[in-house]
Protein backbone atom coordinates (compact mmCIF):
# COMPACT_ATOMS: atom_id res chain seq x y z
CA UNK A 1 0.00 0.00 0.00
CA UNK A 2 0.93 3.38 0.06
CA UNK A 3 2.60 4.75 2.87
CA UNK A 4 5.47 7.31 4.21
CA UNK A 5 7.41 6.46 7.20
CA UNK A 6 9.25 9.36 8.73
CA UNK A 7 12.46 9.33 10.64
CA UNK A 8 11.93 9.14 14.78
CA UNK A 9 12.14 11.87 17.33
CA UNK A 10 14.92 14.52 17.92
CA UNK A 11 16.31 16.76 20.47
CA UNK A 12 18.24 19.73 19.01
CA UNK A 13 19.67 22.45 21.00
CA UNK A 14 19.30 26.35 19.54
CA UNK A 15 20.97 27.01 16.75
CA UNK A 16 21.51 23.61 15.72
CA UNK A 17 20.06 22.27 12.04
CA UNK A 18 17.41 18.70 12.06
CA UNK A 19 17.20 16.43 9.13
CA UNK A 20 14.06 14.73 8.62
CA UNK A 21 13.49 11.68 6.23
CA UNK A 22 10.78 10.37 4.45
CA UNK A 23 10.92 7.05 2.83
CA UNK A 24 7.92 6.62 0.34
CA UNK A 25 6.50 3.17 -0.78
CA UNK A 26 3.84 1.67 -2.52
CA UNK A 27 4.12 4.08 -5.61
CA UNK A 28 6.42 5.65 -7.95
CA UNK A 29 8.10 8.09 -6.08
CA UNK A 30 8.72 10.37 -8.56
CA UNK A 31 5.89 11.16 -10.01
CA UNK A 32 4.50 12.93 -6.87
CA UNK A 33 5.17 16.04 -5.08
CA UNK A 34 6.23 15.77 -1.54
CA UNK A 35 5.07 18.74 0.61
CA UNK A 36 6.29 19.14 4.34
CA UNK A 37 3.86 20.64 6.90
CA UNK A 38 4.79 21.14 10.71
CA UNK A 39 2.30 21.71 13.72
CA UNK A 40 4.30 23.44 17.17
CA UNK A 41 2.31 21.87 20.20
CA UNK A 42 -1.58 22.85 20.78
CA UNK A 43 -1.25 24.83 16.97
CA UNK A 44 -2.63 24.71 13.54
CA UNK A 45 -1.45 22.96 10.27
CA UNK A 46 1.71 25.02 8.85
CA UNK A 47 3.35 24.33 5.35
CA UNK A 48 6.76 24.10 4.49
CA UNK A 49 7.21 23.80 0.92
CA UNK A 50 7.33 20.96 -1.87
CA UNK A 51 9.84 19.33 -3.80
CA UNK A 52 9.26 17.88 -7.06
CA UNK A 53 11.14 14.57 -6.60
CA UNK A 54 11.74 13.93 -10.29
CA UNK A 55 13.67 17.14 -10.88
CA UNK A 56 14.59 18.37 -7.69
CA UNK A 57 13.08 21.71 -7.56
CA UNK A 58 11.74 23.08 -4.54
CA UNK A 59 9.17 25.82 -3.39
CA UNK A 60 9.39 27.62 0.06
CA UNK A 61 7.55 30.65 1.60
CA UNK A 62 9.09 33.12 2.85
CA UNK A 63 8.81 32.71 5.75
CA UNK A 64 11.39 29.43 5.77
CA UNK A 65 13.61 30.83 2.85
CA UNK A 66 16.97 30.63 3.23
CA UNK A 67 16.94 28.14 6.62
CA UNK A 68 15.11 24.87 4.76
CA UNK A 69 16.14 22.85 2.14
CA UNK A 70 14.51 20.01 0.57
CA UNK A 71 15.84 17.29 -0.92
CA UNK A 72 16.00 13.42 -2.39
CA UNK A 73 17.22 10.65 -3.14
CA UNK A 74 15.71 8.88 -6.01
CA UNK A 75 17.44 5.65 -5.68
CA UNK A 76 15.95 5.07 -1.67
CA UNK A 77 12.65 6.44 -2.88
CA UNK A 78 13.37 8.97 0.50
CA UNK A 79 12.69 12.56 0.93
CA UNK A 80 14.79 15.06 3.27
CA UNK A 81 13.45 18.22 4.79
CA UNK A 82 16.47 20.23 6.79
CA UNK A 83 15.99 22.91 8.79
CA UNK A 84 18.80 25.00 10.11
CA UNK A 85 19.48 27.70 12.70
CA UNK A 86 16.71 26.01 15.00
CA UNK A 87 15.13 28.00 17.69
CA UNK A 88 12.72 27.45 20.48
CA UNK A 89 9.96 27.84 18.24
CA UNK A 90 10.37 25.24 15.95
CA UNK A 91 9.35 22.41 18.18
CA UNK A 92 6.45 20.22 16.53
CA UNK A 93 5.99 17.46 14.90
CA UNK A 94 6.78 17.51 11.38
CA UNK A 95 4.85 15.91 8.44
CA UNK A 96 5.77 15.15 4.68
CA UNK A 97 2.67 14.36 2.44
CA UNK A 98 2.15 12.99 -0.80
CA UNK A 99 -0.77 15.41 -2.20
CA UNK A 100 -3.70 15.89 0.38
CA UNK A 101 -4.08 11.91 0.69
CA UNK A 102 -0.84 10.35 1.93
CA UNK A 103 0.65 11.70 5.02
CA UNK A 104 3.60 10.36 6.96
CA UNK A 105 3.28 9.54 10.51
CA UNK A 106 5.10 12.70 11.87
CA UNK A 107 8.16 13.86 13.23
CA UNK A 108 8.45 15.21 16.71
CA UNK A 109 11.74 17.33 16.64
CA UNK A 110 12.05 19.27 20.06
CA UNK A 111 14.59 22.50 20.55
CA UNK A 112 15.34 22.92 24.28
CA UNK A 113 18.96 23.85 25.58
CA UNK B 1 -0.91 35.80 -0.06
CA UNK B 2 -3.76 33.45 0.13
CA UNK B 3 -5.25 33.49 3.62
CA UNK B 4 -8.01 30.88 5.01
CA UNK B 5 -10.20 32.06 7.63
CA UNK B 6 -11.74 29.60 9.33
CA UNK B 7 -15.04 29.63 11.87
CA UNK B 8 -16.12 28.91 14.35
CA UNK B 9 -12.96 27.65 16.77
CA UNK B 10 -14.67 25.96 18.71
CA UNK B 11 -17.98 24.03 18.47
CA UNK B 12 -19.93 22.04 21.67
CA UNK B 13 -22.07 19.50 19.71
CA UNK B 14 -23.88 16.06 20.55
CA UNK B 15 -24.07 13.15 19.14
CA UNK B 16 -26.94 12.87 16.56
CA UNK B 17 -26.28 17.00 15.35
CA UNK B 18 -25.74 18.48 11.78
CA UNK B 19 -22.72 20.74 12.48
CA UNK B 20 -21.60 23.49 10.09
CA UNK B 21 -17.61 24.73 9.25
CA UNK B 22 -16.98 27.90 7.30
CA UNK B 23 -13.97 28.50 5.17
CA UNK B 24 -13.26 31.84 3.69
CA UNK B 25 -10.01 32.44 1.03
CA UNK B 26 -9.01 35.76 0.71
CA UNK B 27 -8.78 35.51 -3.15
CA UNK B 28 -10.31 33.15 -5.45
CA UNK B 29 -9.36 29.51 -5.19
CA UNK B 30 -11.64 28.12 -7.42
CA UNK B 31 -12.73 24.69 -6.27
CA UNK B 32 -8.68 23.99 -4.74
CA UNK B 33 -9.79 23.15 -1.13
CA UNK B 34 -9.57 20.51 0.97
CA UNK B 35 -11.04 19.36 4.51
CA UNK B 36 -9.27 17.23 6.96
CA UNK B 37 -10.00 15.69 10.16
CA UNK B 38 -7.21 15.82 13.09
CA UNK B 39 -7.17 14.03 15.94
CA UNK B 40 -4.72 14.25 18.74
CA UNK B 41 -1.63 12.61 18.34
CA UNK B 42 -2.16 11.46 14.48
CA UNK B 43 -1.75 13.11 10.93
CA UNK B 44 -4.24 15.03 8.98
CA UNK B 45 -6.74 13.10 7.22
CA UNK B 46 -8.40 13.82 4.23
CA UNK B 47 -12.14 14.07 3.84
CA UNK B 48 -12.63 15.83 0.66
CA UNK B 49 -10.70 17.79 -2.01
CA UNK B 50 -11.71 19.49 -4.57
CA UNK B 51 -14.42 21.26 -2.39
CA UNK B 52 -16.89 18.49 -2.48
CA UNK B 53 -15.74 15.32 -3.56
CA UNK B 54 -15.22 13.03 -0.66
CA UNK B 55 -12.01 11.20 -0.38
CA UNK B 56 -12.41 6.88 -0.82
CA UNK B 57 -13.71 5.74 2.36
CA UNK B 58 -14.88 8.78 3.90
CA UNK B 59 -18.81 8.59 5.43
CA UNK B 60 -21.19 9.80 3.73
CA UNK B 61 -22.60 12.08 6.24
CA UNK B 62 -19.44 14.47 5.20
CA UNK B 63 -20.05 16.82 2.92
CA UNK B 64 -18.50 20.21 1.06
CA UNK B 65 -19.70 22.48 -0.62
CA UNK B 66 -18.68 25.97 -2.33
CA UNK B 67 -16.05 27.58 -4.76
CA UNK B 68 -14.10 30.95 -5.27
CA UNK B 69 -13.77 32.52 -1.85
CA UNK B 70 -16.62 30.22 0.14
CA UNK B 71 -16.63 27.08 1.46
CA UNK B 72 -18.66 24.71 4.01
CA UNK B 73 -17.97 21.55 5.28
CA UNK B 74 -21.14 19.73 6.48
CA UNK B 75 -21.35 16.41 8.83
CA UNK B 76 -24.62 15.33 9.47
CA UNK B 77 -25.75 12.90 12.22
CA UNK B 78 -22.80 13.69 14.30
CA UNK B 79 -21.08 10.18 15.66
CA UNK B 80 -18.75 9.73 18.83
CA UNK B 81 -15.66 9.57 16.28
CA UNK B 82 -16.38 12.56 14.85
CA UNK B 83 -15.19 14.54 17.52
CA UNK B 84 -12.06 16.11 16.48
CA UNK B 85 -10.52 19.12 14.74
CA UNK B 86 -11.21 19.89 11.40
CA UNK B 87 -8.81 21.79 9.12
CA UNK B 88 -9.42 23.97 5.51
CA UNK B 89 -6.28 24.36 3.22
CA UNK B 90 -6.51 25.72 -0.05
CA UNK B 91 -3.96 24.05 -2.38
CA UNK B 92 -3.34 26.49 -5.40
CA UNK B 93 0.40 26.44 -6.04
CA UNK B 94 1.38 26.69 -2.01
CA UNK B 95 -0.94 25.10 0.53
CA UNK B 96 -2.67 27.63 3.46
CA UNK B 97 -4.75 25.85 5.85
CA UNK B 98 -6.83 27.26 8.14
CA UNK B 99 -7.11 27.77 11.82
CA UNK B 100 -8.83 24.36 12.43
CA UNK B 101 -12.45 24.20 14.62
CA UNK B 102 -12.57 22.00 17.33
CA UNK B 103 -15.72 19.85 17.50
CA UNK B 104 -16.36 19.05 21.19
CA UNK B 105 -19.04 17.56 23.02
Known amino acids: QVQLVQSGAEVKKPGASVKVSCKAS????????IHWVRQAPGQGLEWMGWINPNIGGTNYPPKFQGRITMTRDTSISTAYMELSNLGSDDTAVYYC??????WGQGTLVTVSS | DIQMTQSPSTLSASVGDTVTITCRAS??????LAWYQQKPGKAPKLLIHQASSLDNGVPSRFSGSGSGTQFTLIITSLQPDDFATYYC????????FGQGTKVEI
Open chain 1, 26 to 33: GYTFTAYY
Open chain 2, 89 to 96: QQYTSYWT
Open chain 1, 97 to 102: ARGNAV
Open chain 2, 27 to 32: QNINSW
